[in-house]
């Protein structure tokens, strides 16, 4: 905890350090205190009385106590220092605080009941363990912190994006470009703009006071908390005091809400907007915070090297960056910026839609056409997360329902831009009556009885009839359909009209019997036509189906065995080529068994 307070006046280097050095004391006199109690546990020659050892072990606290409070000015909370950690710490916490109760507990009634003198001594040893071990692991790490063997930020970070990109390749996400801000096109580029915007009298020196989100790297007003806490992650928030940089947010306050006005589709869905208008935007907007001098860990500014650029300007400006903004080569930047959309999760949605195009505006750029700010997977109402309990590595997921099935859920099962409820039987629900009833079984049945019926090669659809005309109008339209609803960012409803002429297909097959068509030769032609129909709208849906399950495309395709797998080749009916000899069927989805 006093590690991350930010540094002031009195501690201009932070507090790590500090922190390091009382934990060492703290270490010493843990390890002298184990081996205190160790020698009354045996020694039968000189031993240090028990209320020794206790007034020890109360000084220590009190001199914890006091350095903890001299350091973080605001007070200490001896119950968290206590209880609040996690993981092995946390259960040695319980382990070595239960011991050191029985074992006071014992010392106080051996002498009244000598037969608990053997129980006093057990947990006495017992104890003194538990506090050797503590006192030399917390010595070990504080001295290898202050020797700098410490994880440096980088490195720390390092691993994070090994972890983001492994998921990504996990969950077959494809990208252009992986964005670190520690790229050096990125920082030089930053750098530019900070100057730029300095030079222009957009951004200004000053001091801030105020409160600060560590986790959310966010700073709130007093009306904005909840209960005195974060508004967005709950935790607390501490008064931060320090010389920065900042940037004229209330400059812009007007042309902001101007521009919402005029281009109606700016902020999505509508909500999200109001949201803006009304708790940040109308309350009156504040200058913003764009440097901080408590740590090194950024992108310095040039001309003043204490300084280093703070969050926003640092990670919005990626957008420009990426596409060669302010470089020697900005040949993608004149091509695509403005972007079509910008994607985000719902909790920065602010920052996209104040602060970015307030910058923009600063800089004389367009703005996005549209921000749309996606909701969360929840369960039970609540957010996913390893500290409630509830979090479980997707990967998990992918390793037992495979990756299309974790994709699927997620784009078809929550209507986009609304949080949606996760469960593992959802999952599995979804999975049955969607990918193995509805898509798989068309498949395999399709392609099992063309190979039955005709050794696998595709005939034409030349003998029509009227039943054919549902199913064909549906496919030819279900294009148009799709990129509507795609541009309308209406995901589920798109993946959902997919689905409708798979499942008119599964009707299709019922209402045209092949299996009795087939057994009279004259009608070998209609058959035909009934197989060649059923193969065609499987080759749309499976293209159309892409972008959602790519895996389950590309298996659908080795059976269909055609080349006829573009994109374009979805707007016109009848892509499928006569002739076309099928691959065996594969089955695309097994049934999920589930226990009671």
Known sequence: YISRKPADKKHPYGYGQAEYLTNIIIGIVIIFMSITLIINAFSSGIKVPNNIVMYICIITIVIKVIIANYLMDEGYNLK???????????????????????????ALFSKKYPFLKYADLIG?????????????????????????????????????????????????????KFIRTTDEEHVKCVQKIFERLYKQGDIYKGEYKGLYCTPCES??????????????????????????????????????????????????????????????????????????????????????????IYVWIDALTNYLTALGYMSDDDTLFKKYWPADLHLVGKEIIRFHTIIWPALLMALDLPLPDKI?????????????????????????????????????????????????????????????????NILGNLVNRTISMSKKYFDGVVGDNSLYEQVDADLINTAKNLYKIVDEKMNELRISDAIDAIFELLRKCNKYIDDTTPWILAKDEAKKGRLNTVLYNLLECIRISAILLEPFIPSTKEKIFAQLNTDVDFYDSVKEYGGLKKGTILNDPTPLFARIETTK
């Open 80 to 106: 968290n220092d206590i209880l609040v950690s996690s993981g092995k710490e946390s259960m040695m916490n319980v382990v070595s605080s239960f011991f050191v109760l029985i074992t006071i507990i014992l």
């Open 219 to 308: 700073f709130w007003t007093e009306t904005q908390l909840v209960d005195g806490k974060c508004p967005d992650c709950g935790r607390d928030v501490h008064l931060v005091k320090e010389e920065s940089y900042f940037f004229r947010l209330s400059k812009y306050q007007d042309r902001i809400v101007k521009y919402y006005e005029e281009h109606k589709d700016f902020i999505q869905p509508e909500s999200r907007k109001n949201e803006m208008l009304n708790n940040f935007i109308k309350p009156g907007l504040e200058d913003l915070c764009v440097s901080r001098t408590t740590f090194n860990w950024g992108i310095p500014v040039t001309f003043d090297r204490k300084h280093v």
């Open 372 to 436: 749309f700010g996606h909701g969360w997977l929840v369960i039970n109402g609540g957010k996913i997360s390893k500290s409630v309990g509830n979090y479980k590595d997707p990967r998990e997921y992918i390793n037992s329902y495979g990756v299309d099935a974790v994709r699927y859920f997620a784009l078809r099962e929550v209507p986009f831009g609304n949080d949606g409820n996760f469960s593992e039987e959802a999952l599995v629900s979804r999975t049955n009556a969607d990918l193995a």
């Open 124 to 176: 006495t040893i017992i104890v003194s363990l538990i506090i050797l071990y503590t006192g030399i692991s917390i010595l070990i790490d504080s001295v290898g912190s202050i020797l700098g063997k410490q994880e440096d930020d980088k490195e720390y970070v390092d691993k994070i994006v090994a972890n983001a990109k492994d998921l990504w390749k996990s969950l077959d996400i494809s990208y252009d």
